[in-house]
């Protein structure tokens, strides 16, 4: 099976913003997906997000955790909670396990589709940056729900062991 390089396409259509993320979305997307999430948070006469998780084979934690952050930082200036699109069982299982079906609402297919994406371009990090953008992903997954907390507590323990040591994560 051939594993898809991760790409992130986005359009902003009558004040409605999709975010179509594609292939193997890994933490080397947290920069451009920290980004949308503070755009979004800034971006007047917004009425709705929908995040689309159809062509996605694989969202590891980290790119999850900026999922969240934009639902969070969203929270309050939408009608609707933003919605996830994802018809894979496993992607619907693990949306639901950590907890974001309180943040967003899921659907398995949008109420209509949009052809005019475009490819964001990839926003680099670097390793300090990227360090502190995983440790913020995974505190914000911890704040959803007490399963997450649990998941992730021994690993933010680490990060924030080695970073207040000075080592590299």
């Not at 902003?12 to 947290?30: A, E, P, Y």
């Not at 979004?40 to 689309?52: K, N, Y």
């Not at 309050?76 to 907890?99: C, S, Y």
């Not at 992730?152 to 000075?166: C, H, K, R």
Request: glycine share 6%; net charge negative.
């Amino acid at each position: 099976m051939k594993v898809y390089e991760g790409r992130l396409k986005a359009a902003v259509d009558s004040g409605v913003f999709i975010l179509k993320l594609c292939g193997d979305v890994r933490l080397t997307l947290c920069a451009t997906l920290d980004h949308q999430a503070q755009l979004l948070a800034e971006t007047p006469g917004l009425r709705a997000v929908m995040i689309d998780l159809r062509d996605t084979t694989n969202v590891d934690s980290t790119a999850l955790g900026f999922l969240a952050k934009v639902a969070m930082a969203l929270r309050g200036r939408l009608e609707q909670p933003p919605t996830i699109v994802a018809d894979n069982p496993d992607v619907k299982r693990m949306l639901e396990v950590m907890g974001f079906a309180s943040f967003f609402t899921l659907v398995e297919q949008p109420i209509a589709e949009i052809e005019e994406l475009e490819e964001l371009p990839e926003l680099q990090a670097d390793e300090a940056g990227l360090r502190e953008r995983i440790l913020e992903a995974h505190r914000i997954l911890m704040r959803m729900n007490e399963h997450n907390r649990e998941e992730f507590q021994p690993l933010v323990e680490m990060l924030e062991s080695q970073q207040a040591n000075g080592h590299e994560v």
